[in-house]
């Protein structure tokens, strides 16, 4: 009953997490209010929810979406697959570096009582094992996330400094590999699960795989996730990171494998080791998640997938009809 009667903010709400969180927090009895880019429109409707457009890189315009709330969820953060972080690396460092910290400032300055952050697994050291939060800001990012990692370093900093000197609490969430029903589709920028998706329901064939097929993560559907990000506002608003993410590691060729099975498609897979790909061992340990906040992901990986894949699926058919 944390979020009954609360006025909570989401920015950004017309992609993936804002979405999905809006529609957690409205279950919850909260009244919502979501910011959109000024050309999205979102299709949701609610008594408890109001829409509002606004370019969250102009802070005169962002101040005023802060007003009279209690709650704000840092949905805004920028990330791109590993195809953007090699050939443009300071875009992602840029803009998340440029616009969260006056984000924060907006909602210090408006008397917000907690602010949700959502910073990155980025900002571990390459290990040999899952990473613990402790881990955090030990030694150097790997070289292909050194300046995206020291942002978010930065970031959580910042989160502590405005918690330490103000009096709204901050929740910081380090999330790894997440995906689910409005990810980011675009083939230029998506990550690995989109990616691989677009191309099994478009009938590639031979199938294309970037890299080897080993890379191994903890993919994290976007429900438990936001789940998890609600409960670390709700009981862990302490400016410190915790892992939120699933416990099952799994390799890239395990991915392929179950959306070729979900799509009953069987083509040739062609592993291309000349693109890019990033780290092969990237897993987080959500073990600290399990005891503060009683949290641990539900969704299988199969099952998670199957979600997505419907919804892209009805979302094609949609457009084409258009």
């Not at 006025?7 to 919502?32: D, I, P, S």
């Not at 699960?193 to 559907?221: H, Q, S």
Request: aromatic letters at 10%; a neutral charge; charged letters at 25%.
């Amino acid at each position: 009953m944390f979020y009954q009667g609360k006025n909570v903010l989401v920015l950004q709400g017309e992609k993936m997490f804002g979405r999905c969180l809006t529609a957690k927090l409205l279950e919850q009895g909260a009244a919502v209010r979501v910011t959109v880019e000024p050309h999205h429109n979102m299709d949701l409707a609610h008594n408890r929810l109001e829409v509002v457009k606004c370019d969250l890189s102009d802070s005169n315009e962002a101040e005023r979406i802060f007003k009279d709330i209690d709650i704000v969820f840092m949905t805004a953060n920028k990330s791109a697959g590993v195809k953007v972080i090699k050939e443009n690396p300071h875009v992602l460092f840029m803009e998340n570096i440029q616009m969260q910290p006056v984000l924060m400032q907006c909602a210090v300055k408006a008397g917000v009582q907690r602010v949700g952050f959502i910073s990155s697994s980025y900002i571990y050291p390459d290990t040999e094992n899952p990473n613990v939060e402790g881990e955090g800001f030990s030694g150097d990012p790997p070289e292909i996330n050194y300046g995206i990692g020291w942002c978010f370093r930065y970031l959580e900093t910042l989160c502590k400094h405005f918690h330490m000197t103000t009096k709204t609490r901050f929740a910081v969430i380090r999330p790894t590999a997440y995906y689910g029903p409005y990810d980011n589709f675009d083939p230029e920028q998506s990550f690995v699960i989109p990616a691989l998706i677009l191309k099994a329901a478009g009938r590639m064939n031979p199938y294309e795989v970037w890299g080897n097929g080993g890379d191994v993560r903890c993919f994290t559907y976007v429900d438990d996730l936001m789940e998890g990000f609600m409960l670390a506002v709700e009981k862990y608003a302490e400016a410190e990171g915790i892992n939120i993410c699933c416990e099952e590691a799994s390799t890239v060729k395990q991915v392929v494998s179950l959306i070729l099975e979900i799509l009953d498609f069987r083509p040739e897979i062609r592993f291309s080791t000349d693109k890019p790909s990033a780290i092969p061992y990237k897993v987080s340990n959500p073990g600290q998640a399990k005891r503060l906040l009683g949290w641990q992901a539900r969704v299988s990986l199969k099952q998670g997938l199957k979600q997505t894949i419907d919804w892209y699926l009805k979302r094609h058919a949609a457009l084409s009809r258009k």
